[in-house]
């Protein structure tokens, strides 16, 4: 059993930066696949960015290519999302989430992919 707790959000200015941070208590194998989502008000869960624990290879939406950085580490049992130029738009609950398996670029971008969710943090952007 994996528990994710989701860290760092808070309210910030339009072009401003924030970090979140995700632990992970349970034992992540290299098989691993963390991803970030959010929820806007009235909007469903999207896909954010995913990283494969054991490659390091990461993927975005379109949305926050560019300026969002995802990254682990592996002695803390950690995922991060760097978050630069925030917009308004970026306001949304944000969600850790882990899948037991690597998954296609594709899959890997989908919410039935993963196993464990976080309690989500929240981040507001102010105009």
């Known amino acids: 059993q994996v528990q994710l707790l989701e860290s760092g959000g808070g309210v910030v200015q339009a072009g401003g930066s924030l970090r979140l941070s995700c632990a992970a208590s349970?034992?992540?194998?290299?098989?691993?696949?963390m991803g970030w989502f959010r929820r806007a008000p009235g909007k469903e869960r999207e896909f954010v960015a995913f990283?494969?624990?054991?490659?390091?290879?990461?993927d975005y939406a379109d949305s926050v290519n560019g300026r969002f950085t995802i990254s682990r580490d592996n002695a803390k049992n950690t995922v991060y999302l760097q978050m630069n130029s925030l917009k308004p738009e970026d306001t949304a609950v944000y969600y850790c989430?882990?899948?037991?398996?690597?998954?296609?670029?594709?899959?890997?971008?989908?919410?039935?992919?993963?196993?464990?969710w976080g309690q989500g943090t929240q981040v507001t952007v102010s105009s």
């Open positions: 989430a882990a899948g037991r398996v690597p998954g296609s670029r594709a899959g890997s971008r989908a919410t039935g992919f993963y196993d464990y």
């Open positions: 349970g034992w992540i194998f290299s098989t691993y696949t």
């Open positions: 990283v494969q624990w054991g490659s390091g290879t990461a």
